[in-house]
């Protein structure tokens, strides 16, 4: 099992590059650069960032690996889809542009594609046509009833020339006799996604909701939405389950830690992606060096 965390730049960008090579030493396997709208990776606020209409999530995010593929492959690029053609076509464009290829030789011609998917279909593609799938919230005991037939569905179709499906967990992590008041830190984050996200802030296009209620907190997840959306958003952060929150996250005893990580890993977790709480940088990376004892080799 690799482990991975998310980069923190808040505190700026030459600080993070610094700690960063702390973790690394610590046993970090993978870095996520996150997106927020921010100095990020390229994000995923479709239309209230891009000005792209979000419609066939699907079949576009299918036409967007293949040609990312291909580029890679420094093929010239030609792809006629429902969705991108490339080079415009008569009509769409001037009519002038050329079939171009990459100038640039990248380091490996298959980099690896992970898809953030949710609902069904999704994760169906992603199991189908990318190296790695990372969802969020990840309930161990949960995965199977909420993502297990499209997972399966997307693996039977899956190209044998690709890698077995790289299944990203992520967590909050925490380790100690004392340490369970850090689950309390993501109420908030839960009420938010929950509560008010989605591509559309309405009752029936909040892909967060529809998880919570797969895995079978729905009344709870009503009342969340309720009270989130009404702005009473501490309301909602109270009306967060304490067993989601506990079956989302890495915090308690070390024997209780181990026992979650072994739950992701019979699950099909081969990446944690794990978030490191402690007050201190020298804290935070022996939080590292204990989840990597911990965590299958």
């Known amino acids: 099992m690799r482990i991975g965390m998310a980069l923190n730049y808040a505190g700026g960008f030459t600080e993070t590059v610094a700690e960063l090579a702390d973790y ?7 870095v996520f650069v996150p997106e927020a709208y921010s100095f990020d990776a390229v994000s995923q606020v479709i239309e209230g960032w891009h000005g792209v209409p979000y419609d ?37 464009g001037s009519g002038l542009g050329k079939p171009l290829k990459l100038i640039n030789r990248p380091v490996r011609e298959q ?56 299944v990203v ?19 908030p984050v839960l009420a938010l996604y929950i509560g008010g996200m989605g591509p559309h802030r309405d009752r029936g296009r909040n892909f967060y909701y529809e998880l919570a209620v797969r895995f079978g907190f729905e009344t709870a997840a009503n009342a969340c939405q309720d009270a989130y959306l009404d702005g009473r958003k501490d309301e909602a952060a109270a009306l967060v389950p ?34 490191p709480l402690a007050p ?18």
């Open 24 to 30: 690394e030493k610590a046993g970090l396997d993978i």
């Open 56 to 92: 066939a999530p699907v079949g576009r995010t299918r036409e967007i690996i293949e040609i990312c593929r291909q580029v890679w492959r420094r093929e010239r690029l030609e792809h006629t889809g429902p969705h991108y053609q490339i080079p415009l076509p008569p009509g769409r």
């Open 111 to 166: 980099i690896p594609i992970v898809v953030a998917a949710l609902g069904p279909k999704n994760v169906e593609l992603a199991a189908e046509a990318a190296e790695g799938w990372e969802p969020i919230f990840y309930y161990p005991e949960k995965a199977a009833a909420a993502w297990g037939e499209p997972l399966a569905a997307g693996r039977a179709r899956r190209d044998p020339s690709l890698p077995p499906l790289d």
């Open 169 to 187: 967990g992520q967590a909050p992590l925490a380790i100690g006799d004392d340490v369970a008041g850090y689950r309390e830190l993501a109420r």
């Open 242 to 275: 304490a067993e989601l929150l506990a079956g989302t996250s890495l915090i308690g005893p070390a024997g209780y830690v181990a026992e979650r990580i072994a739950a992701m890993a019979e699950s099909g977790v081969t990446t944690l992606n794990v978030t």
């Open 280 to 297: 201190t940088h020298t804290d935070r990376v022996h939080l590292i060096e204990r989840i990597r004892e911990l965590a299958p080799a």
